[in-house]
C-alpha cells in the first residue's frame, strides 16, 4: 500500500508516543539512512494498528476525549472553566476555529477547523494543559485521559447539522438536564440563548448565514438542536458515523479516502 505524503498524515504512532530522540534522529538523518527507513516502515503498517490521523485544513473535526476507563467523573464547577480556557488557549496557539464545545462529566467534544494542519497539536497540548491543571487544582494525581482522543472529518452538509445536533444534545440522551438552556457548560448557550461562555468562539458557515441578524440566528440554533421532529441523519447513525475518519455522504466519505487515505 502506498503512503501519502507526511506533510498531509501523520503517523499515529509517532504523535501518540514519546519519540522526542527518535525524531530528533529522523530529522538529522540521511534521506537513506535506516533511521528514515524505520520511519518509513511505521507509517506503512500504522494501518494494521492505529488509524492514520489526517491533518487536513478543509473541512472541520469532531474532536472528543475520555476520561481514563471513562469512570472518572469531573467536579463540574472546577473543570468547566480549566476545559474552556485550555480549548480557548490551545486555539490561539494553533491558530484552530472553535466552532462548538461541550463539556461531559467524562468527556468533551469540540467541533474545530484547522488553519494549519496541526489539529493533532492543539489537542495534545489542550490535553496536557486540562490534566495539569485539573488534577492539581483537585489535588489528584495519575492519568486523566484514557485512550487518545477521537477524531472525524465532517462535511458541512446536513452531516455537520446532525454533528452539531448530537453534541448539544449530548445532556438530555444522558437524563442531566430536561431543557438544554439549564445546561450551562456548553457553547449552545452562547449560540441559542446569547449567554456568555467563558470561551473564545469562531462563526461556522451556519452562523455567517445569517449575517446581523441575531434573534433568526440564535432561533436557528433553538429548531436545529431542540425540535424533536427534525429531519437530519438520526442519532444513531450520526454516533456510529462519528466513529469513523469520515462522516458525510457516501461521495463525501469515498472521495476523502482516495485523497487521504489512498495513492
Known amino acids: 500500500m502506498c503512503v501519502p505524503p507526511m506533510t498531509t498524515i501523520i503517523c499515529a504512532y509517532s504523535i501518540e508516543t514519546n519519540l522526542g530522540s527518535f525524531l530528533g534522529r529522523l530529522l538529522d538523518s540521511k534521506p537513506n539512512s535506516g533511521v528514515r527507513a524505520h520511519w ?47 480549548i480557548t488557549q490551545g486555539a490561539e496557539k494553533y491558530k484552530i476555529l472553535v466552532h462548538h464545545a461541550l463539556l461531559m462529566t467524562n468527556h468533551y467534544h469540540v467541533i474545530a477547523t484547522a488553519t494549519e494542519e496541526n489539529i493533532h497539536r492543539f489537542m495534545r497540548y489542550v490535553n496536557s494543559r486540562i490534566a495539569f491543571r485539573y488534577n492539581r487544582t483537585v489535588g489528584r494525581t495519575g492519568h486523566l485521559w484514557g ?33 438544554l438552556e439549564d445546561f450551562e457548560d456548553s457553547s449552545f448557550q452562547f449560540w441559542a440563548f446569547g449567554k456568555k461562555v467563558n470561551m473564545a468562539l469562531t462563526e461556522d458557515h451556519l452562523v455567517i448565514e445569517w449575517g446581523d441578524d441575531e434573534k433568526r440566528m440564535r432561533n436557528y440554533f433553538k429548531i436545529l438542536v431542540m425540535d424533536e421532529g427534525l429531519w437530519i441523519p438520526s442519532e444513531k447513525m450520526t454516533r456510529m458515523g462519528l466513529k469513523k475518519q469520515f462522516f458525510g455522504s457516501a461521495d463525501f466519505v469515498q472521495q476523502m479516502s482516495r485523497a487521504y487515505l489512498d495513492c
Open 40 to 86: 518509513h516502515t511505521l507509517c506503512s503498517y500504522s494501518t494494521m494498528g492505529r488509524p492514520l490521523r489526517v491533518m487536513q485544513t478543509m473541512y472541520p473535526y469532531h474532536l472528543v476525549c475520555r476520561t481514563n476507563n471513562r469512570t472518572f467523573r469531573f467536579n463540574k464547577k472546577q473543570a468547566t472553566r480549566i476545559v474552556f480556557k485550555a
Open 147 to 179: 485512550d487518545r482522543y477521537k477524531s472525524c472529518i465532517i462535511s458541512t452538509d446536513e452531516y455537520y447539522l446532525a454533528c452539531v445536533r448530537y453534541i448539544y444534545r449530548n445532556p438530555i440522551r444522558a437524563k442531566m438536564v430536561e431543557d
